[in-house]
């Protein structure tokens, strides 16, 4: 079992930046790859960024590429997703997630946080 707990987020204006964590629990953390997916109201669960175990992989959905930034450090078993010119179509609850394979999407992953949410406004 690994055990995920998202935070960071909050009320942010639009051109803000946050920086979202992740802290993991349970299994060895440097053994699994991370990824950050988001749900806005209404919407289903989209890939945002990902990032292998070793952190010489990442992936980022067109949306956040140049905007948000995926890093790991695997001796606080912590990933985060650095978020910067925030737009209010950001808005959403962001989740973390963790699997011993990297992938895109939701059905890759076996383990989730609660999720954090960030809203931006104008």
């Known amino acids: 079992q690994v055990q995920l707990v998202e935070s960071g987020g909050g009320p942010v204006q639009a051109g803000g930046s946050l920086r979202l964590s992740c802290a993991a629990s349970?299994?060895?953390?440097?053994?699994?790859?991370m990824a950050w997916f988001r749900q806005a109201p209404g919407k289903e669960r989209e890939f945002v960024a990902a990032?292998?175990?070793?952190?010489?992989?990442?992936h980022y959905a067109d949306a956040a590429k140049g905007r948000f930034t995926i890093s790991r450090d695997n001796a606080k078993n912590t990933v985060y997703l650095q978020m910067n010119s925030l737009k209010p179509e950001d808005t959403a609850v962001y989740y973390c997630?963790?699997?011993?394979?990297?992938?895109?999407?939701?059905?890759?992953?076996?383990?989730w946080g609660q999720g954090t949410p960030v809203t931006v406004s104008f």
């Open positions: 349970g299994r060895t953390f440097s053994n699994y790859a």
């Open positions: 990032i292998s175990w070793s952190a010489a992989i990442t």
């Open positions: 997630a963790a699997d011993r394979v990297m992938g895109k999407i939701t059905r890759a992953y076996e383990y």
